[in-house]
């Protein structure tokens, strides 16, 4: 090797946002003019910078290039010492390269981003909700989770009520809110909330204020169709039974009028209409008759009395023809 290095400090410690500086010396011991390629090795090599990153020295000349670490105050600088390398690669004999180590130290650092989803809840009988927590520092911490509510008109879950959450990561709880009176109708209500991420350690948390808005169970909209069909239900009732049809009356009258007319039985008096009366003159005929009958019967009967008995055949088969008509 024909060279000579020294780290001063060789570790060192820094804040967060902040900067810290060590510096490299490299001396040329060989005899001839050398370059000297500068570079942070290690995973400090993200915010670590060399300046100057190339010494050009002369034989038995020395050279310094100054190192600076300024992590960013974020989870990508993890807290706790972090080993580096500065690598010095000469150009004239690349074999002879060599990494001089140190370390650099980050110091921690604590900060959680919180946010409640969604930070208006809406149900009738129950909302649900999320709080979203992110842990924006270098270090794991542990966040508990509270609920308040200063009307004490709410009741609420959160699972879990406490949690862990690496460097860079995030986190979820859930919420569970019930009104401690259910809203039947009405207009709704609002009950205000707040919820708290308190870090270990701390004694003060993060507040989030939210909300609660509870909606009645059967709203206006739907009274107000209720009403209405209810309207027109009585309102056609009554149209029913002021213009419904008789339709007794009509039974009645069709019943009347197809039933058939009643056929006379043996024992009742014929409708028909009964037979003239013979004419006067006939009826003395009648008795001639009856007698020429009598006195034909008895042999002894004269021809007037045969004429007779004639007229009275014609009468009694006129008779007969009433009676068999």
């Known amino acids: 090797m024909t060279w000579w290095n020294s780290l001063d400090p060789a570790a060192v410690t820094v804040d967060p946002g902040g900067r810290a500086t060590v510096r490299l010396r490299v001396r040329n011991t060989g005899d001839t003019v050398e370059e000297y390629r500068l570079g942070v090795v290690g995973p400090a090599a993200g915010w670590a910078r060399v300046e100057p ?166 709203p206006r909209r739907l009274l107000a169709a209720g009403g209405v069909l209810a309207a027109l239900a009585v309102a056609s009732v009554v149209a029913w039974l002021t213009y419904a049809p008789d339709f007794d009356g009509s039974a009645r009258e069709n019943q009347a009028v197809a039933a058939p007319a009643a056929v006379p039985q043996g024992g009742e008096k014929d409708s028909l209409d009964d037979a003239p009366a013979p004419p006067k003159g006939e009826k003395g005929g009648g008795g001639g008759g009856h007698g020429g009958a009598d006195s034909g019967s008895g042999g002894t009967g004269g021809g007037t009395s045969g004429g007779g008995s004639g007229d009275g055949g014609s009468s009694g088969g006129g008779a007969g023809e009433a009676e068999g008509g």
């Open 53 to 218: 990153d190339v010494l050009r020295l002369y034989p038995g000349s020395e050279g310094t290039a100054e190192i600076s670490f300024a992590p960013p105050r974020s989870p990508d600088a993890a807290a706790g010492p972090t080993p580096f390398g500065i690598r010095v690669e000469p150009r004239e004999n690349p074999e002879a390269r060599d990494v001089v180590e140190g370390q650099v130290t980050v110091a921690p650092f604590s900060e959680i981003r919180a946010e409640l989803l969604p930070p208006t809840i809406v149900g009738r009988f129950r909302g649900r909700a999320s709080v979203a927590v992110d842990n924006l520092g270098n270090t794991p911490l542990t966040a508990a989770l509270t609920l308040r509510d200063d009307a004490g008109r709410l009741a609420y879950e959160v699972d879990p009520t406490a949690i862990q959450i690496a460097p860079g990561r995030a986190a979820f709880a859930n919420l569970t809110i019930r009104p401690q009176q259910v809203l039947w109708t009405g207009s709704g209500q609002t009950h205000p909330l707040t919820v708290s991420v308190r870090r270990s350690g701390d004694e003060q948390g993060h507040e989030l204020p939210g909300s609660f808005d509870q909606r009645p169970v059967l």
